[in-house]
């Protein structure tokens, strides 16, 4: 299983990137798909998934609005479109797939799979 992130690169205050995120190996089925971020000092937050199914979503409740999380089946690929950056987006992008049960799929422990993260630098 791999996953691998891209998109990432610095941009300025209020505009926006689009992450990718391939999986090989998985597919949705059965799986949660999750982007987290970390900036330094701070612990690895989650900041959307989808869970087994594409149309099933979840966000973090501060970037709701601001980031869009979605899936091309066909290509096996999840994006993070991510709009109106602010310099606290700052970070490493991470995604994660795994298997938790609906209660645990914010958890970043429930997901075993990471792929190798790409930084989002946003400036002022």
């Known amino acids: 299983v791999q996953l691998q992130a891209s998109g990432g690169g610095f941009v300025q205050a209020g505009e926006s990137l689009r992450l990718s995120c391939a999986l090989f190996?998985?597919?949705?089925?059965?799986?949660?798909v999750g982007w987290f971020r970390q900036s330094p000092g701070r612990e690895r937050e989650l900041v959307a998934g989808?869970?087994?199914?594409?149309?099933?979503?979840f966000y973090t409740d501060q970037l709701k609005g601001r980031f869009t999380i979605s899936v091309d089946n066909a290509k096996n690929t999840v994006y993070l479109q991510m709009d109106n950056l602010k310099p606290e987006d700052t970070a490493v992008y991470f995604c994660?797939?795994?298997?938790?049960?609906?209660?645990?799929?914010?958890?970043?422990?429930?997901?075993?799979?990471w792929g190798q993260g790409t930084q989002v630098t946003v400036s002022s």
């Open positions: 190996g998985i597919t949705f089925r059965g799986y949660a």
């Open positions: 994660a797939a795994g298997t938790p049960i609906l209660s645990s799929r914010r958890n970043r422990d429930a997901y075993k799979y």
């Open positions: 989808v869970w087994r199914n594409p149309s099933n979503t």
